[in-house]
């Protein structure tokens, strides 16, 4: 990783970025996978050692041979299976471009829990309806959406737990006042003790989604401090911009925001237009509207575990309108 990127993500972690800066790097972290991991990586590291106790050291290549030290301790200690010997080298370069170029000591003390093997879920292509679930250690429930994975240590620490999201999942959170709950994705941190809640955070997407269906949950961006938390309580939704790091809090609009949980789509007073592209995200399929006078025609409707093909005549019938398919897309017309 050069050292002009690792500058800027400790620039932006340090809170020393421009606007235009910070939209520059997550611009950069969407064209560039490597550096999304890196920098989704380091973020975590920055969060967990914020409260961490560092010792005065008397200088920056002192500070990184004392946690050399450290690391190969633990690294010697444990049987070789157990420890992930890349992420450990990598977390070390982190800390070492932490300690070098960002001209502070703020730099994370390895202990054993975190060497733990990481268990990475992914969501498989799945159907509508038909989300993978995973039920944690705690409890605690999660739908894995299609393209969709969480990564965590294998056993939550005592006094919090934690993952990482990429993609979309539905949470049910076990309560726990001990322990709360942090998810961490696309710069974005939710906290939440005990509740369910909705999160759509794919690497292609500039906004995280999180919509909250029962209780509370916090959202603040990686970079900030706890006086810039966001609370969303139920029936509401939070929007967090990658671009810009801004958050905000409205009710949710969105009557499908489940809908991929729960294979149900519902319609009421919807111009045809957002329908459309409410069914092509479900579905994953093209649908094209060949007179624009009809996108803005309002539907009232709901489906339930339905075919594509069902929902098309439903359509149809109700709006008093053709379709066809043609290929692998159908087509709406008058």
């Known amino acids: 990783m050069d050292k002009i990127f690792v500058k800027r993500i400790i620039g932006y972690l340090k809170n020393e970025l421009t606007q235009d800066e910070i939209k520059e790097l997550f611009i950069e972290l969407q064209t560039d996978s490597k550096k999304k991991i ?27 041979r004392k946690f050399m030290e450290r690391v190969t301790k633990i690294k010697d200690s444990k049987p070789l299976k157990t420890i992930n010997l890349r992420k450990v080298a990598q977390i070390a370069a982190v800390i070492f471009c932490l300690i070098v170029f960002g001209g502070v000591l703020k730099y994370y003390f390895l202990d054993k829990d975190n060497l733990k093997e990481k268990i990475i879920l992914t969501g498989p292509e799945i159907k509508p309806g038909d989300p993978k679930k995973v039920t944690l250690c705690d409890g ?9 994975q969480i990564e965590y240590a294998d056993g939550f620490k005592k006094n919090k737990r934690e993952l990482i ?11 726990d006042s ?9 710069g974005a941190i939710i906290k939440v003790l005990g509740t369910s809640f909705n999160i759509s955070a794919y690497d292609n997407d500039s906004l995280l989604v999180v919509a909250v269906f029962t209780g509370k949950v916090n959202l603040y961006n990686t970079n900030q401090t706890s006086e810039a938390v966001f609370v969303i309580s139920s029936g509401q939704q939070g929007i967090f911009s990658c671009l810009s790091g801004l958050i905000k809090v409205e009710n949710t609009k969105n009557e499908n925001m489940d809908s991929w949980k729960t294979g149900k789509l519902a319609f009421t007073c919807q111009p045809l237009k957002s329908v459309i592209e409410t069914l092509e995200k479900y579905y994953g399929e093209k649908i094209i509207i060949n007179n624009t006078d009809l996108m803005n025609e309002m539907l009232t409707s709901s489906f339930d575990n339905q075919a594509l093909e069902e929902v098309m005549q439903v359509i149809a019938l109700t709006m008093d309108i053709k379709y066809h398919k043609e290929m692998d897309m159908y087509i709406l017309s008058k």
Request: aromatic share 18%; glycine share 2%; proline share 7%.
């Open 165 to 175: 999201l990429d993609g979309e999942a539905f949470f049910n959170i076990a309560p």
């Open 178 to 186: 001990e322990r709360p709950f942090y998810i961490h994705a696309k």
């Open 140 to 148: 605690s429930e999660v739908w894995l959406n299609s393209s969709s």
């Open 38 to 64: 890196f920098f989704d990586d380091l973020s975590l590291i920055w969060q967990n050692s914020a409260n961490t106790d560092i010792p005065d050291l008397p200088d920056d290549y002192e500070a990184y």
